[in-house]
């Protein structure tokens, strides 16, 4: 199997923790690099806010200590310095924790905003092989919750971690300068919120992965059950559907009141551990102020701090949920992002500026992944103009051979070649010109019926897009909607019939006038009246161009001026319709069948 061909690994197959650790890394730094201006701006603003805030006590102890004695004795002036200073540094500290969070939501919103591009526009570049087996659920899932957890760290989780820490160290080299003794006591009580954080940590990281793992899950189940919704109410699947999704809700929901459960010890061992510590200091300190060793300011002083010290302690340990959380995303976004497509641009694209339109497979052979040849080897001319069709059994290869020729897939082995240019060397853009599929889901986007038919060539003017759908036979039926062409067609074509979107994509493609039209059967969801209409706009779009027609109604084939019969990757008949019905061979036979059915026999 060639590079080409080869099937990416889903994200996090075969690899280990380092590699997936440094794929992650290396995202985040990417993404990092762009604001790290406004990062560093954002650490300052964080260091001053903090240092203002631990001012506080210390201005407290001086304020009694000095300023109150001083005011007894007739000098107001050290109390009101020490007034003005307390209400200074509270401004300064509210200031800058006002500025910290408008930095640090600056600079994540523009994370994210890079990180939602980059997804996006990445998962629209992989191949059509990624996401046949990459499900739509799980595409969602990293635009949506794994977005929001990485938003819900950036947005105050790494600055609380950052003013978290430096409250702490800021606030024990204040008490430890006020009086070393306080300190200790602080230093002992240090020990058991360790090790209850790092008890919480653990705890908490297989609990959030777990509740990831079930939100994900519960993600991919609601979309993947509204987008066949139309399959489980025809089978009347509701309640075994329902009752699927109950149980992976019911698993997520398990999940959270795990990490509730886990985090209501932590928050209640840390208000334990912290009034402790506040009375132990109020005990040694209060016997040092009787025996005249401490005076009362830095006792007040002290007991502040020890109060302060383990409300950032919960933090940290609430932002290790954030942490484990956007990890488990970023691990998830990264591996996305490291999806190669399997069909890679050309590196010295060919032009193809004035398309013919002759097709040719030489010696191709293909299969799906690692899997059996489809096409064991197929070697196919069309010539320019003509029109083939192709039949045979499900499962034949037919729908194959329209893939490799829209360059969904590249071959195994030999060429798809279009004007003699090498579907793999030519330019993008102009293949994409160049060739056009109609398929049967005849998929419209939400917008007006005009928007729809515009897709096949952005810009089309009014009248353009009117003589497209009157040359499909469509242009009546869109006038009679209520809005005629600015009808909303809402997503998925839903106010449309699958006839009436069918015909929509007729159109579309007549206006984007390409040199080789594939059909794969796209009259399939045509009624018999639909497709009578259809079938003279029909013989207008193939006019001129080349075309594969891939069907099982002969209706359509019989216009072809050549027919491929198809068995198990194998051209096993080929001529015009009329040759092969006279030669009665697997064509005659579906022939024959199709003429009983049109006489009702």
Same mark, same amino acid.
């Given at each position: 199997m060639t590079a080409a061909t080869a099937v990416a690994p889903a994200p996090g197959a075969d690899e280990d923790a380092g590699e997936v650790r440094g794929r992650s890394l290396a995202l985040l730094r990417s993404l990092l690099r762009p604001v790290a201006r406004r990062a560093a701006l954002t650490a300052v603003v964080v260091v001053v806010a903090q240092l203002a805030l631990v001012a506080g006590p210390a201005l407290v102890a001086i304020g009694i200590d000095r300023g109150i004695p001083a005011l007894r004795d007739g000098d107001a002036a050290p109390a009101l310095l020490v007034a003005g200073g307390y209400a200074l540094t509270a401004l300064v500290a509210g200031l800058f924790t006002a500025a910290t969070v408008r930095l640090a939501a600056t600079v994540s919103q523009a994370v994210l905003l890079d990180l939602r591009r980059r997804v996006f526009r990445h998962t629209q570049r992989l191949s059509l092989e990624f996401h046949e087996r990459y499900t739509s659920g799980r595409i969602i899932s990293r635009q949506t919750s794994d977005l929001e957890a990485l938003r819900e760290l950036l947005d105050g989780g790494v600055t609380t971690l950052a003013a978290s820490g430096l409250a702490m160290v800021f606030t024990a080299a204040g008490l430890a300068l006020l009086d070393w003794r306080s300190g200790l006591v602080l230093l002992v009580a240090v020990v058991p919120g360790v090790v209850l954080t790092r008890w919480f940590q653990r705890r908490s990281q297989a609990q959030y992965r777990r509740s990831r793992t079930a939100a994900a899950r519960v993600i991919v189940r609601f979309v993947e059950t509204m987008t066949g919704v139309r399959a489980v109410q025809a089978f009347r699947r509701e309640a075994q559907v329902a009752g699927v999704y109950e149980a992976e809700a019911e698993e997520?929901?398990?999940?959270?009141?795990?990490?509730?459960?886990?985090?209501?010890?932590f928050d209640t061992g840390l208000v334990l551990i912290g009034n402790v510590t506040v009375a132990a200091v109020l005990l040694v300190g209060g016997l040092r102020v009787l025996d005249g060793g401490l005076e009362v300011g830095v006792l007040v002083a002290a007991v502040l701090y020890a109060r302060r010290f383990f409300a950032p302690l919960a933090q940290i340990g609430m932002f290790y949920n954030s942490f484990q959380s956007a990890t488990a995303a970023l691990e998830k976004?990264?591996?996305?992002?490291?999806?190669? $497509?399997?069909?890679?641009?050309?590196? *010295?694209?060919? *032009?193809?500026?004035? $398309?013919? !339109?002759?097709?040719?497979?030489? !010696?191709?052979?293909? !299969?799906?992944?690692? !899997?059996?040849?489809?096409? $064991? *080897?197929?070697?196919?001319h069309v010539p320019a103009g003509q029109t083939v069709a192709l039949v045979g059994e499900t499962g034949a290869g037919k729908s194959t051979v329209a893939k490799l020729l829209a360059r969904f897939y590249d071959p195994r082995s030999g060429a798809v070649r279009v004007d003699g240019v090498d579907l793999r060397d030519a330019e993008p853009t102009d293949l994409r010109a160049a060739m056009v599929m109609v398929t049967q889901e005849a998929y419209l986007f939400s917008g007006s019926v005009a928007a729809n038919i515009a897709l096949g060539r952005p810009g089309a003017s009014p009248a353009q897009i009117e003589r497209a759908a009157r040359a499909v036979g469509v242009h009546d039926l869109i006038a009679a909607l209520p809005d005629g062409y600015d009808t909303d067609v809402d997503t998925r074509g839903v106010r449309l019939s699958a006839g009436q979107r069918q015909l929509v994509s007729f159109a579309r493609a007549f206006l984007a006038d390409p040199a080789v039209l594939v059909l794969d059967e796209a009259t399939s969801s045509l009624d018999i009246p639909g497709e009578q209409l259809v079938q003279e706009g029909l013989r207008t779009l193939l006019t001129g161009r080349t075309a594969v027609v891939i069907a099982h109604r002969l209706s359509t084939v019989m216009h072809a001026d050549r027919v491929l019969v198809v068995d198990a990757g194998r051209v096993v008949e080929d001529g015009s319709p009329d040759e092969l019905v006279a030669a009665g061979g697997r064509f005659a036979e579906l022939h024959a069948e199709w003429q009983r059915s049109l006489h009702g026999e």
């Open positions: 997520y929901r398990a999940a959270n009141a795990e990490a509730i459960r886990v985090n209501g010890v976004l990264s591996g996305l992002l490291a999806q190669e $497509p399997t069909v890679p641009d050309p590196t *010295r694209p060919v *032009r193809l500026e004035q $398309p013919r !339109g002759d097709v040719c497979f030489d !010696g191709v052979e293909f !299969g799906y992944g690692d !899997g059996p040849s489809v096409l $064991p *080897r197929l070697d196919l």
